[in-house]
């Protein structure tokens, strides 16, 4: 094992862990959204403790520069704007910018097999 390097039972045990603190944090929200956003303060260090990335289902869920935990229609905002999906929170204003392009590819390459088998028929 190299230095700083983490066996993978313990990479894996840490991403398990990330998942449950974010499915708490979006149950917990309703009702104490403070206890929410520690949750994802708590799997961010876990993250950078581990040298792991943060599951992708749960990326998009927490504001990059505050850390809070986005809830869209509560504290947040979701926008589709010039081939990219726009995440405003509502706490600070931060606006993270993800494009969908690989979406509209893949969209466009199913409705052209769809003409293609047609054709062949």
């Known amino acids: 094992m190299s230095r700083g390097k ?3 039972w313990m990479i894996e045990i840490a991403i398990e862990r990330m998942n449950i603190l974010f499915e708490r944090a979006e149950i917990e ?3 104490h959204p403070e206890r929410s956003n520690r949750y ?3 799997a961010k260090k876990l993250s950078t403790k581990y040298n792991t990335k943060i599951p992708d289902k749960w990326a998009r869920r927490y504001c990059k520069r505050c ?4 809830y869209p229609g509560h ?3 979701v926008r589709l ?3 990219e ?6 706490e600070c204003g931060h606006v993270m910018k993800i494009p969908y392009y690989k979406e509209k590819k893949n969209k466009r390459r199913a409705k052209y097999e769809s003409i293609k ?3 062949d028929e």
Do not use: Q, S
């Not at 850390?67 to 986005?70: A, E, G, S, T």
């Not at 999906?85 to 509502?90: K, M, R, Y």
């Open 6 to 8: 983490r066996p993978k």
């Open 29 to 31: 929200f309703e009702k």
């Open 40 to 42: 994802v303060v708590l």
């Open 67 to 70: 850390n809070k935990f986005l």
């Open 75 to 77: 504290n947040a905002t």
């Open 81 to 83: 704007v010039n081939e």
């Open 85 to 90: 999906v726009n995440i405003l929170c509502g």
């Open 117 to 119: 088998k047609r054709n």
